[in-house]
């Protein structure tokens, strides 16, 4: 097929169920498994606070070979998902997603677009090289044990995310897009149990055998008093009385505070995100 036989154009209403299946096809040499199906992305839309009427895809005569969703939210624009099918890789179809991506940015008022990419992943990093992203912090995932304590510390109450919605902002002013957002708590919270103590809280919940911790964050002003340390102590062991075996964390700072936590858990790094941005 001819490059110019792939037509770049607004995913039309109601065909998001299409876009699933075809990711599928998309996504089946990807890097780390990934969960496709309609449920994931109805949840990750609320999530990011994504537009499905902002979503572009590359079609053929076969249907969707390729989508990018951008995901507008004021000044800044966030790549909520790139892909294009193995069979129509490396004709330009990327570099058009993205360029129908940043015009949706720009029109929607936004000044900078902002993307994660895994680090290794070469045919992504090169593409967003070319198009002018430069690399502007790294973030890790990482897994480990629940664990038994004794004692917490400080023992932290039961919250509600109302209650911990103005922590969540001041302890995530630095972190990674989608986790500083408002409606990526409200989605992730909603589904976990809360807990506080004084300026910080932590977020956890189990799914099959794996518990997460969506959030674990202290405001800035309270930092360094031991607060961290105890919420982390205390969603472990929670974790440990759900049942779960193991317990994953995702796109945390990759920076020398989270490391020494991670090392003081036992925690192994899975994964390094490398944040790309650039002015639009
Ligand atoms: C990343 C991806 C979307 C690129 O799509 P694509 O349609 O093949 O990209 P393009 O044809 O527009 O390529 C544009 C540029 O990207 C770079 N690039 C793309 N694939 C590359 C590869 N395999 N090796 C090196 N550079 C590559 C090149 O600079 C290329 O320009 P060139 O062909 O003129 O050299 C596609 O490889 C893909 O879907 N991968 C799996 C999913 C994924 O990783 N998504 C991104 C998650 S952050």
Redesign the pocket.
Known sequence: MKDDEYAIHKLPPGRLDDLVEAQRE??S???VPITVSREFMDSFMRSVGGKTENIVVATDDGGIV?FVNPVVDGKEAW?G?????AR??????????MAAAEDIARDGGAEVVL????EG????M??YA?LGYSKTASYVSAEGLPQQFAGYGPEPMKATVDEVRSIHSEAYSEACWQRRKASALVESGGNSEVYRVDRGFVALRRVGATGFIPFIGVAPGERRKGIGTSLAKFALNRLWELGAFKVALYNVNDDLVTSRMLDKFDFKVTLRQVEMRKAI
Do not use: T, W
């Open positions: 998309i996504f040499d990807y890097m390729g790549i998902g790139l892909g294009v099918a129509a890789r490396r004709r330009g179809i990327g570099k058009r997603l993307l994660e990419v895994i992943n070469l045919q992504a090169s593409l070319s």
